[in-house]
């Protein structure tokens, strides 16, 4: 049984189809990418399936439950992590409390009634924050207001946050928008290793060609709302749909 | 082991002693129990201060009630930056629970036993009752359109209040209220015997201060809470903190329901303090006012909204007896607020630790 399915997942905003039709699955342990021209619907899709937008019509099961109508709380809960696209923080609080809020939701989830003991006696949540902050290289800079990073480190900080929900599936929506190529280069290993030692599942929305065809098991292609195009990145190389909508324009 | 005692040799040999006692201070001064000593001490010498200052001339020094009232605004400032200042909700209608328990507290008096703290506890339950009630209109509401919501709603109270109960809240004549002995032992009038009445007055001050002394200690807790790391989150980024997993609209509603309960208590020492409550503690420029002493004092801090309510008080109770200058003191204080404001956002407070921080990096230089 797929991880993430899709069935007939359509978006409507007034007369435009956002999403037309979107059936796609993903399987435990895959890495996925999702390609596509600007206003093709990619956001609209992950926006769709973390409960951000309403579909019009469709299914979205994910580990057996169904998503639809749960709030994004509920869906992130269920182990959906997302990171976004633009460097989504808490601009005044410190690195290291960005992550503890995530890891606060993680281990004593949406709501809970302890607004009198001491958030420094949560020994698990300061582990969890600890180890996540070792993960991605951001222990030196943990006592820093988070505004104060640089631009990469801010991704890095948002990565962080969704890696902190302890996701099974993580969503990440171009995490290497903005980057230097040394930055990316770092992302990309980072990746690699969520998939060997977290066990991570991960749906990827990528403009960096190179990146895609690097990391991917398997590709979608979205163009006007709809899949014109699944299968390897071998197979999306050499497929004359995707050549026309994507990459074809790209390479002229 | 090892490796625990080298970096305890490392602290005592490498740090200069004056550098050493700044490190001290900074941690002390972020402990509870440095808080709660402050607010004793706070407590303790604020009315001879403000009241008996030696060398001032009688004319700038505050009278003893007037030390009362700023410990009840302060409480009712520390309830209100609650929802401001850490979680980012502009409330226009915190009147409504100050007004609203004012009334309760004042009613349960008059009718039922005039107990000061019964019924204080009577006038917050009331408080608490609309703050577990509104929010499942307000919290659907974003930025400006809650706050012309919450002022909508306290303003609707107000006019109940003022013309279809007139008969219970005696309208624009306002209701007498009283005042029994505390627990029937502690008439709260009664001047405190010795050195202590010189400093302090009357128990009614002494009254007033357990529970001033109390809600900084709450405040205090919840802030150090996960619920202080989460409201902030809140705060700075709503969509984000949903999508770690956060139940955003239970956090907003435990802070509104917080900030409400401590509203109340304010609003329910008034009248026990005045003998008296009125419609206008329901008025929208009640409202209005809170959040001028909290944005000057500084928005965000315990010290802050205190300082604010000091400040604010001091003008209206005392600048405004002043013969020349008297009558323009509201004026003299928006003008002052203006100015503060504007060279420093975080008001007072902020303009205070800046200062500090500023005269400690100079003496790092060196």
């Known amino acids: ?252 | 082991m090892s490796t625990e005692t080298t970096e305890g040799s490392e602290e005592t040999t490498d740090d200069e002693p004056a550098s050493s006692a700044l490190e001290t201070w900074d941690r002390i001064k972020h402990t509870e129990r440095f808080v709660l000593v402050s607010a004793v001490v706070f407590v303790a010498v604020f009315p001879w201060v403000f009241t008996s200052l030696p060398l001032i001339p009688n004319d700038l020094l505050a009278y003893d009630q007037l030390a009362r009232l700023v410990l009840i605004w302060g409480i009712f400032a520390l309830g209100f930056n609650h929802l401001l200042g850490q979680t980012g909700l502009l409330s226009f209608g915190h009147a409504m629970f100050f007004g609203g328990s004012a009334y309760a507290t004042a009613l349960f008096a008059n009718n039922v036993v005039a107990d000061p703290f019964l019924s204080v506890v009577v006038g917050v339950c009331f408080a608490l009752v609309l703050a577990v009630v509104t929010p499942f209109i307000l919290l659907r509401l974003h930025t400006v359109y809650f706050a012309i919501v919450t002022l909508a709603i306290a303003q609707m109270l107000y006019y109940m209040a003022r013309e279809p109960f007139e008969g219970i809240t005696g309208g624009i004549n306002g209701l007498g209220v009283e005042r029994s002995p505390l627990f029937g032992l502690v008439e709260l009038g009664a001047d405190i015997p010795g050195i202590f009445g010189a400093l302090w007055g009357t128990y009614m001050y002494l009254f007033i201060a357990a529970f001033f002394v109390a809600v900084v200690v709450f405040i205090t807790r919840v802030r150090k809470s996960p619920y202080g790391l989460i409201f902030k989150a809140v705060r700075e980024n709503e969509t984000r903190a949903s999508f770690v997993g956060l139940d955003v609209w239970r956090y907003k509603f435990a802070a509104f329901v917080i900030s409400g309960f401590i509203a109340g208590i304010a609003g329910g020492l008034l009248p026990m303090e005045t003998y008296f409550t009125g419609v206008e503690r329901l008025h929208w420029t009640l409202s209005g006012d809170v959040v001028m002493m909290t944005v000057l004092g500084g928005l965000g801090t315990v010290a802050g909204p205190i300082l604010g309510v000091i400040v604010f008080l001091y003008f209206e109770g005392v600048v405004n007896g002043l013969d020349v200058i008297g009558g323009y003191w509201l004026l003299t204080l928006a003008l002052a607020f203006t100015a503060v404001v504007w060279k420093y956002p975080d008001g007072l407070w902020g303009m205070i630790t800046s200062v500090s921080s500023r005269l400690r990096s100079r003496r790092g230089d060196q």
Do not use: C
């Not at chain 1, 399915?5 to 996925?32: C, H, M, P, W, Y």
């Not at chain 1, 302890?114 to 420094?120: K, T």
């Not at chain 1, 969890?128 to 820093?144: P, Q």
């Not at chain 1, 770092?186 to 190179?210: C, G, K, P």
């Open chain 1, 1 to 252: 049984m797929p991880l993430l399915e899709t069935r007939n997942l359509t978006k409507t905003f007034g007369g435009l189809k956002a999403l037309d039709d979107v059936t796609i699955s993903v399987d435990q342990g895959e890495l996925v990418s999702l390609i596509g021209p600007n206003g093709a619907g990619k956001s609209t899709l992950i926006n769709a399936i973390t409960g951000m937008l309403e579909p019009t019509s469709g299914e979205i099961t994910y580990a057996g439950t169904d998503l639809i109508g749960l709030d994004p709380f509920e869906i992130a809960q269920l182990g959906v992590g997302r990171s976004f696209q633009t460097a989504s923080i808490f601009p005044e609080l410190t690195v290291r409390e960005n992550i503890q809020v995530a890891a606060f939701a993680t281990e004593h989830g949406s709501f809970s009634v302890n607004f009198f003991s001491r958030r420094d006696s949560y020994d698990e949540v300061r582990d969890r924050t600890e180890r996540i902050l070792e993960t991605i290289e951001l222990g030196d800079n943990a006592a820093e207001v988070a505004e104060s990073l640089p631009y990469g480190d801010k991704r890095r900080l948002e990565v962080a946050i969704g890696l902190a929900t302890d996701p099974d599936l993580m969503f990440m929506d171009e995490p290497t928008a903005g980057m230097s190529p040394g930055e990316t280069e770092m992302t990309v290993s980072l990746i690699r290793e969520l998939l060997a030692d977290w066990n991570m599942t991960i749906f990827l929305v990528e403009h960096d060609m190179d990146v895609i065809f690097d990391v991917s098991d398997r590709i979608f292609t979205l163009n006007d709302g709809a899949i014109i195009a699944k299968g390897t990145p071998d197979e999306i190389k050499s497929d004359p749909a995707v050549r026309e909508a994507y990459l074809g324009g790209e390479a002229e």
